[in-house]
């Protein structure tokens, strides 16, 4: 079983629609990581957060400590939004990130 | 903004020949990784580094594999003996504390090919 699952594997929408990815982990963590990535293959981070809430700009993730789940919104989409967004976490004292398969968003104007 | 960098973007060897993907990251970083992601396949933890030595290792990280710190500011990954299955694109991250909680930063990965 893979400690990091996300859902959907796809998902598609159309331009303006409020989107949600969700992450489930099964192990106790340090840390979760919404991660980007773009066609080209590089990897930009997005939010690291251990509890409650953050936002940025029309992104906003969440995590819930006790059900080992978390989730990220994209608020009115845009073509350029259109990714793989993955989610990896950091446990313990091991410095390494797990990583979930991603969830690919295409967002069609 | 500082940022990681990595060369080359694209490297083609033959199976068998040694390559060195090689890493710069953000200077006033301590920890340094290296990962691996299959095409179609998620990103894959290699190893990570501090202090001029190997902190942690994937089972992925077999004897081909070697990293190094040269100077003060390469960070390499060498495999001895390619074989077609490492073919990947493989990103190299920074992070200025070695803690769970801390931001990794990731460059542009090398994509390798073994023909």
């Known amino acids: 079983k893979n400690e990091v699952e996300q859902s959907p594997q796809n998902l598609t929408a159309q331009e303006g629609e409020f989107i949600t990815i969700n992450c489930s982990y099964s192990?106790?963590?340090?840390?979760l990581h919404w991660l980007q990535q773009h066609p080209g293959g590089g990897i930009v981070s997005l939010f690291m957060?251990?509890?409650g809430k953050k936002k940025h700009g029309r992104l906003i993730a969440t995590i819930n400590i006790q059900e080992k789940h978390s989730s990220l919104h994209i608020t009115a989409s845009h073509p350029r939004d259109s990714a793989v967004y993955i989610c990896?976490?950091?446990?313990?004292?091991?410095?390494?990130?797990?990583f979930g398969k991603g969830t690919l968003l295409t967002v069609n104007p | 903004e500082p940022e990681v960098t990595q060369t080359p973007s694209h490297q083609v060897t033959q199976m068998g020949q040694e390559v060195i993907l090689r890493c710069v990251p953000i200077?006033?970083?301590?920890?340094f990784y290296w990962y691996r992601q299959i095409l179609g396949q998620k990103v894959e933890f290699l190893v990570s580094?501090?202090?001029?030595?190997?902190?942690?290792k994937s089972e992925i990280f077999d004897d081909q594999f070697s990293v190094e710190r040269p100077d003060g500011s390469n960070f390499t990954l060498k495999i001895r003996s390619t074989k077609l299955e490492d073919s990947a694109m493989y990103f190299c991250?920074?992070?200025?504390?070695?803690?769970?909680?801390?931001?990794?930063?990731f460059g542009p990965g090398t994509r390798l090919t073994v023909l």
């Open positions: 991250a920074s992070s200025s504390r070695g803690t769970g909680s801390s931001e990794q930063f």
């Open positions: 192990v106790g963590i340090s840390a």
């Open positions: 957060l251990s509890s």
């Open positions: 990896a976490v950091s446990k313990g004292s091991n410095y390494k990130l797990t």
């Open positions: 200077s006033n970083h301590l920890y």
């Open positions: 580094f501090y202090n001029n030595e190997i902190s942690e």
